[in-house]
């Protein structure tokens, strides 16, 4: 295989159609400087690297199961409740709309966004736990790693490679939009790093530090959005809420009594407005100060450049901890994903006990056993709730628990 490392992108694109937007800043990262895909392959005649990219992540199986996949509450809880595809397509509305502003490619901020959450199991962050205690003895499990491994390896649509084939840059943003990796990283990205390096000491782009943001930004609101659906907490539990009280105070005051569904669209857009507001106002400050006159320069500068005023910190730290306390920990909650990490646990030991009761194709993966833990690994994290719940009753032969019938993963950070 060549060296992608050492080469430039296959097929760069040239024209009109492709030249940057003149407004675009020098520090955004530009589809013309890419450093390519790990296996090269012409480029697009219509689309940039990066849209390319966002494409190949839509159309993937992976981002597909997103939507059978826990946030907070099961996917058949309800119609309205967010899964993990409804909060990704959320995460990039903020992205893009952020990225335009800041002059940055909106492609890329868009395609980091629609990955960031690819890796998660079935449970959310209660599948997450458990399948990283049942397989601590090989490396455990984490869902940031898995999303690497999942776009370089699992996903199987081309006939020429594994994986989706992105570029350097998205791939950069999967792994690092959280920040730098400063110690040393054992599993997925360990060995894709080794072959193809990410500089997992440096800060990424500012289009991939833009999308962790607008992930923060995205859960903070659409939760507050399903627990009051849910009747975890009530209006007037928000009106001393850090951050959301003012405004939901604001809310009443100026309307009345509303309908649940209009005041949560009016507080919603208003909590949502201040934090992308502060966000962009922070960070051009941040970019001011420095005077970042290309994206090098942004992974050089040895922090964050995208974030929120000290003071928004403060208070979305603070309704985070309201969250945590209201919600992610509320009895209903704690209880169905005590079951969830249940099920996730007994499933991984019949399976490791018994491969054939895998797909062939995954029985034929399997060896000696820490290579059989490894695929059953893989298995799991890749199922929906419904699947994993199905495939835990028929290898079991219990009923179905009708914990599950309600609240599970809580996001416990």
């Known amino acids: ?20 937007p003149a407004s675009r800043a020098a520090y955004a990262t530009k589809p013309e400087t890419s450093r390519g895909r790990l296996h090269p392959e012409p480029e697009s005649a219509t689309r940039t690297c990066y849209q390319r990219d966002r494409d190949r992540i ?49 492609d890329l901020a868009e395609a980091v966004a629609l990955a960031h959450d690819l890796g998660h199991t079935p449970f959310g962050h209660a599948g997450e736990q458990a399948l990283a205690a049942a397989t601590a003895a090989i490396g455990g499990f984490d869902h940031n790693a898995h999303g690497l491994r999942l776009v370089a390896k699992l ?32 599993g997925p990205i360990a060995r894709f790093d080794a072959r193809w390096p990410l500089a997992l000491s440096t800060w990424p782009g500012l289009e991939a530090q833009v ?80 005077r970042p006159g290309s994206v090098e320069d942004v992974r050089a500068a040895g922090h964050a450049l995208a974030g929120f005023s000290p003071d928004m ?26 079951r969830a990490k249940e099920i996730i646990t007994e499933l991984f030991a019949a399976l490791v006990r018994d491969p ?18 490894g695929v059953v690994r893989d298995y799991i994290a890749g199922m929906t709730d419904d699947f994993a719940l199905k495939s835990w009753a028929v290898i079991t032969g219990k009923e179905l628990p009708a914990e599950l019938g309600g609240l599970v993963g809580a996001r416990p950070d």
């Open 1 to 20: 295989m060549a060296n992608a490392s050492s080469q430039a992108p296959a097929g760069r694109l040239t024209g009109p159609l492709f030249e940057p």
């Open 58 to 106: 839509i159309h993937s199986t992976a981002f597909r199961r997103l939507k059978h996949k826990t946030q907070v509450f099961v996917q058949h809880e309800g119609d309205y409740y967010r899964t993990r595809m409804t909060h990704s397509l959320e995460v990039a509305q903020i992205a893009r709309s952020a990225a335009r502003v800041l002059a940055l490619n909106e």
């Open 155 to 186: 996903e199987h649509r081309y006939a020429a490679f594994d994986g989706l084939n992105l570029t350097w840059e998205t791939l950069e943003g999967l792994v690092k939009h959280n920040g730098p990796l400063e110690d040393p990283v054992a």
């Open 211 to 290: 999308a962790a943001l607008a992930d923060d930004i995205a859960y903070l609101n659409h939760d507050i959005d399903d627990g009051l659906r849910a009747k975890l907490f009530g209006v007037e539990d928000l009106f001393e809420a850090p951050l959301a009280g003012s405004r939901a105070r604001g809310v009443v005051a100026r309307f009345g009594d509303l309908e649940t569904g209009r005041f949560i669209g009016e507080l919603v857009r208003l909590l949502i407005g201040a934090l992308v507001e502060d966000l962009l106002a922070e960070t051009a400050r941040r970019v001011g100060e420095l």
């Open 313 to 338: 910190e403060r208070e979305a730290a603070a309704l985070k901890r309201f969250l945590f306390a209201r919600m992610y920990r509320h009895e209903r909650v704690m209880a169905s994903m005590n």
């Open 356 to 373: 054939a009761l895998m797909p062939p194709d995954w029985a034929a993966s399997c060896g000696e056993p820490s290579v059989t833990a």
